[in-house]
């Protein structure tokens, strides 16, 4: 098992914006380490965040999102975000030949601009 490297976490989470820490205090959650989401928490309350905000937050990522076997969120095959559906499409060679079906999942943005075209 890693040893959790608090030094790094801390200027990790400092750099993050706040809807990346929401989402790894939400959807994330299960899989962290308890110091790190304390972290978290911390630094969202510095930026004003409030519990609130994050019960909210997590209530909305329980509806919506597409979760593992073990309550963690599966993120977006695109960005870091979590994905709220998961289809079938396919692994294309240069983004044009596809070659073989395969699961792909994405986050509300990417889902929306999936549609849009």
């Keep these: 098992m890693l040893k959790l490297d608090l030094e790094k976490t801390c200027t990790e989470i400092g750099h993050a914006d706040t809807e990346d820490l929401l989402d790894r205090v939400t959807a994330y959650r299960e899989g962290m380490e308890a110091d790190t989401i304390d972290l978290i928490e911390q630094e969202l309350q510095r ?7 994050i019960k909210a937050r997590m209530a909305a990522c329980q509806r919506y999102c597409v979760f593992d076997a073990a309550g963690v969120a599966l993120s977006c095959s695109l ?12 692994h294309r060679l240069w983004g044009v030949v596809p070659l073989f079906p395969r699961r792909m999942r994405y986050c509300k943005t990417h889902w929306r601009s ?4």
Excluded: I, Y
Aim: glycine content about 8%.
């Design 114 to 117: 999936k549609e849009e075209t």
């Design 79 to 90: 960005c870091r975000r979590p994905a709220v559906t998961e289809v079938v499409g396919w």
């Design 47 to 53: 930026r004003k965040v409030g519990p609130a905000e």
